[in-house]
Structures are given as structure tokens and as C-alpha cells.
């Protein structure tokens, strides 16, 4: 081998043997770890008029069991979470290093009461905000929400996921009560494997006699969305675990609201994972209350699919 043929072949070792320290000089991590960004979104509900949410750390749990944990230093608070909807979204992690693997749970850490989590009602009253394990006069001591779904972490690769904290599933006021509690009602997705649904809903659709929904104030109309073709539709019921107690309970739920401008009534599901969805019409969303079965009329349902990176158009 002659000598300038010798050097570049030194000089291609080294760039490789180097690698992993240059990966971990610049960006904080080594070969074998990724980089994830986190964003929330929320899937609003009727009856409050602000949700403040602190997260303190997000942790991420590998199918071993094995926890990666990212702090945020002081946490990090969402002043309103009803504003997150649309697909609007607040970075909750910024492209922080992660081990590389496949993750199949994700944990919100909250920081409860104390004003730092809370709900403002629309009549005005305000009430602290906690995990199930955080509630006063709970035997337990956990402050995180755990949602089950598979994130993967490439080495070298920037992931970026949204976790969707339904609070229209997930907020609950227990009766008797003085304060609310946020259950493990979320969902998380890969954003470059998600899209959307959005459209159009006729006025006279939602004047029906058998409505229950508050037009003054534009409450009560609502899209629930249901995984798979031909699925039937359900009320939400779900237990303090975040479990379903029914066999027809909707992947996520949004309102159907006036468009101040145009006065057309529009609804938008964002971040939903590639595939077949059916979504449901209801004017009665104002008497669902998800820690109980109740019996709500849907006015229609429709099929579409989802593919990634792109929203479908459905009107009713």
C-alpha cells in the first residue's frame, strides 16, 4: 500500500473510532443514545374554563422495566391547557438525549395543588388539581400518569412524540370533593406516524329537540373518534386506572364548535396514529361523564382513514 493511500485509510479509522466522542462532545449523549422531543396537546373539555398543569419530570419505562427519567428543572407549567387544542401544542422537552431502545409506557410526573395544578370552573370556583395517588386522603403517594404506548428510540435518530392529556376523559371532580383529579387518560404518538380529521357539521344537526347542549355558550357538540372501521359507538366510562369499563369507549373525543368568523360549525382530531377510524356525531356530550355509563344519542357516524402526515375531510 503506498503512503497516500496508507494516510487516508488512518485518517477514515479515527474519524470512526472518534465518532461516538464527537456524538457525545456535541449533542450530550453517546452512539447508542437517540434525542426525543415532547410535545402535549390536549382534547379540551366542556365545563372549565382553565386547566394549569406543572410537570416536574417525564419518565420513559423500556419494556424490561428499565426507567430513563428527564427532569425539568423547576417544571415546567402550562398556564392553560384548554388553549392546546387543534393541534396546538407546547414543547415539553426539547431534543434531549434518550438511550436508544423501544419504551412502552411514558410518565407524566405532576406537581399537584399548592396553585401549581389546578381548574378554574366556569361558575368561578377554583380547585386544586392532583393525581389519583396525590388526593388528599389517598393511601398513595404516586405523582406520575402513565399512559401505555410504544415509542422507539433509534441511536443517532431525533424522535418526536405527543402526548395527549384527554381532558375530557381524564379530568374528574369527585363528588363531595373539594378538588379535581387528572387520571391516566393520555395518549402518545409518534408525530411522523400521525395525521388528522377534520370538517364541517351542519347547524340544524345540533338544534335537534333531543340536544343537550348549551348554545349560548357553545358546549356540548362533540366528534368521538373510534379505532377501527364499523365500530359502534360509546359513551366514555373509564375507571381511576384510566382503564376502560367498556367495550365501545372512544380513542379521544373533541368539541365541535362555531367558527367566530365564517359561523360554520367545524371540529378537528389531531394526532392520530395511521389507520381506520370511525367518528361520531353527538349534541349530548354535556351529559357524559366519564366516571360513569351513561346513555347519550349519537346523530351519525362515519368511517375514514388516517394516513400519516396528512388529515382526511369528513363533514356531517
Known amino acids: 500500500m503506498n503512503a497516500p493511500v496508507l494516510r487516508i485509510s488512518i485518517v477514515f479509522v479515527l474519524l470512526f473510532l472518534v465518532s461516538g466522542c464527537i456524538w457525545e462532545i456535541l449533542l450530550g449523549g453517546n452512539a447508542e443514545d437517540g434525542r426525543v422531543t415532547v410535545l402535549v396537546t390536549d382534547a379540551p373539555v366542556d365545563n372549565v374554563q382553565q386547566v394549569r398543569l406543572t410537570i416536574e419530570a417525564v419518565e420513559f419505562v423500556s419494556e424490561e422495566g428499565d426507567t430513563e427519567r428527564l427532569e425539568l428543572e423547576g417544571g415546567f407549567t402550562i398556564e392553560d391547557m384548554l388553549q392546546l387544542r387543534d393541534g396546538q401544542t407546547r414543547t415539553l422537552l426539547n431534543d434531549r438525549t434518550l438511550a436508544s431502545g423501544t419504551y412502552d409506557r411514558v410518565r407524566l410526573h405532576i406537581v399537584g395543588g399548592n396553585g401549581d395544578s389546578l381548574v378554574r370552573e366556569r361558575t368561578g370556583g377554583e380547585f386544586e388539581l392532583y393525581t389519583p395517588g396525590q388526593a388528599p386522603g389517598s393511601s398513595g403517594s404516586q405523582d406520575g400518569i402513565q399512559v401505555t404506548g410504544e415509542v422507539r428510540i433509534e441511536a443517532g435518530e431525533h424522535t418526536r412524540i405527543a402526548v395527549d392529556v384527554d381532558l375530557r376523559r381524564g379530568l374528574w371532580k369527585i363528588p363531595a370533593e373539594d378538588h379535581y383529579i387528572l387520571i391516566p ?6 408525530t411522523e406516524e400521525a395525521g388528522g380529521v377534520r370538517g364541517e357539521v351542519a347547524a340544524s344537526l345540533l338544534e335537534q329537540n333531543s340536544c343537550t347542549n348549551d348554545p349560548g355558550s357553545d358546549r356540548g357538540n ?21 382503564e376502560s369499563l367498556s367495550l365501545n369507549n372512544p380513542v379521544t373525543a373533541v368539541p365541535v364548535q362555531q367558527n ?25 356530550a354535556l351529559n357524559d361523564d366519564p366516571a360513569l355509563q351513561d346513555s347519550i344519542r349519537f346523530l351519525d357516524a362515519e368511517e375514514r382513514a388516517v394516513e400519516a402526515g396528512s388529515r382526511a375531510e369528513l363533514d356531517f
Open 185 to 190: 387518560a393520555l395518549r402518545v404518538v409518534d
Open 260 to 284: 367566530t368568523n365564517t359561523g360554520v360549525y367545524e371540529y378537528r382530531v389531531d394526532f392520530l396514529p395511521e389507520g381506520d377510524y370511525t367518528l361520531a356525531l353527538t349534541c349530548q
Open 222 to 242: 362533540a366528534v368521538y373518534v373510534y379505532s377501527g372501521a364499523n365500530a359502534v359507538a360509546g359513551d366514555i366510562h373509564l375507571n381511576q386506572s384510566g
